[in-house]
T-cell receptor
Framework: GEDVEQSLFLSVREGDSSVINCTYTDSSSTYLYWYKQEPGAGLQLLTYIFSNMDMKQDQRLTVLLNKKDKHLSLRIADTQTGDSAIYFCAESPNTGGFKTIFGAGTRLFVKA | NAGVTQTPKFQVLKTGQSMTLQCAQDMNHEYMSWYRQDPGMGLRLIHYSVGAGITDQGEVPNGYNVSRSTTEDFPLRLLSAAPSQTSVYFC??????????FGEGSWLTVV
């Protein structure tokens, strides 16, 4: 079945860039997402990219998609302590989103 | 803005007890779903609904029931709680634009 893989942990220093990587298996994925989960809270959508795009930039966030390698990355520029959270990569092959497949989440630690 | 509202936020159950996690959304979304989150496993889909009166099973449906009598509400029932159902549960709803909105989660412990 479909699968989304990502590293479980990433540690960076405040002010550095963070790069969180993700690979997925479903070649029919149409929508690819990054969600952020802060402690004790639900998931919040950070950004998403359509499969016909290579890159999307939104302020400090840059999403890169390599569709050939089924690789998605999220770069956070000038990482701040407030960026410490779990980041989930997710993919969906269709509209509606209810069959979205989530990765296990990457826990980002930001050291002051 | 209410969005997706889940209750209760915390619950402790004894093995064999039943309970219902409530979920309501005020965004008129057609699609609603329940996920469970376990350490190192991401979110797994339990059940989902594509509209009032229509539900279907997700990846891990055993031990759970759902119903969708209205567009707004999508309760999740644990029929006979087991320790393996200790988890964090998230209700979500989505629109045709494919953005998923999550509730704040319900922390369930089964002892």
């Amino acid at each position: 079945g479909e699968d989304v893989e990502q590293s479980l942990f990433l540690s960076v220093r405040e002010g550095d860039s963070s790069v969180i990587n993700c690979t997925y298996t479903d070649s029919s994925s149409t929508y690819l997402y990054w969600y952020k989960q802060e402690p004790g809270a639900g998931l919040q959508l950070l950004t998403y990219i359509f499969s016909n795009m290579d890159m999307k930039q939104d302020q400090r966030l840059t999403v890169l998609l390599n569709k050939k390698d089924k690789h998605l990355s999220l770069r956070i520029a000038d990482t701040q302590t407030g960026d410490s959270a779990i980041y989930f990569c997710a993919e969906s092959p269709n509209t509606g989103g209810f069959k979205t497949i989530f990765g296990a989440g990457t826990r980002l630690f930001v050291k002051a | 803005n209410a969005g997706v509202t889940q209750t209760p936020k915390f619950q402790v159950l004894k093995t064999g007890q039943s309970m219902t996690l409530q979920c309501a959304q005020d965004m008129n979304h057609e699609y609603m779903s329940w996920y469970r989150q376990d350490p190192g496993m991401g979110l797994r889909l339990i059940h989902y609904s594509v509209g009032a009166g229509i539900t279907d099973q997700g990846e891990v449906p055993n031990g759970y029931n759902v119903s969708r009598s209205t567009t707004e509400d999508f309760p999740l029932r644990l029929l006979s709680a087991a320790p393996s159902q200790t988890s964090v549960y998230f209700c979500a709803s989505t629109n045709a634009g494919n953005t998923i909105y999550f509730g704040e989660g319900s922390w369930l412990t089964v002892v």
